[in-house]
């Protein structure tokens, strides 16, 4: 099994666990095997779309050489997980590789929202660049916050089922979990500074608020909206009394 981890940091390794560090030594071609691996709709996918993401600025006959080299330079080095139909179609024999973006979304689709949450260990593909592929980028971008809003998503519906069920440490540790992907998001710390009054931690969340606060008048020297203003300011009240 060729196992791909995409989040947080990149890891190829094969079957017997060792790094693939030729495949990892090029981006172009790690890029070109995590479209592979992701891009919707799964499975095949045209040659013509790989040379439009991966090689804008060259003419048919040379992008097509260049994409033949890199799928020729794969297969040396993964074995028979990349699959081609023709001419025109490549992709992934995914019964030969995992991936941690792939086995994520398999376990949001499975309700097993703690296990999708343990494999995301940061944004997909963080920190990596191709400088000469701007179409893949901007792919890039839109999946990256597609699945980091999924797992937002994950962790406020693991929040909100410990709280149902009294589970108030869970429901705190799911929320300021969920925060964390996504902490600019003013309306997400609105709902975690709501969720921390209602379990009883007034504290923390004034704490929070004042963390968030604090890094927007650092960063980019604004205040927080009059919503969240008022909000701590009525929990404020309570811890005074």
Known sequence: MIKLHTFGRLSLTGPEGHEISSVLAQPKRVAVLTYLALATPRGLHRRDTLLGLFWPDLDQEHARGALRQALSFMRRSLGDVIETRGDEEVGLLTEDFWCDALDFEASLDAGQLPEALDLYEGDLLDGFFIGDAPEFEHWLDRERARL??????????????????????????????????????????????????????????????????????????????????????????????
């Open 148 to 241: 980091r809003r999924l797992a937002a998503e994950a962790a406020w519906a693991l929040a909100d089922e410990s709280e149902t069920e009294g589970r108030g440490p869970d429901a705190k540790r799911w929320g300021r979990q969920a925060v964390s992907f996504a902490p600019d998001d003013e309306s997400a710390l609105r709902r975690l500074i709501a969720l921390l009054d209602r379990v009883g931690d007034r504290a923390q969340a004034v704490s929070a608020y004042e963390v968030f606060a604090r890094r927007l008048g650092e960063e980019y020297e604004l205040e927080p909206a009059l919503e969240t203003q008022e909000l701590i300011d009525g929990i404020r009240t309570k811890l005074e009394r």
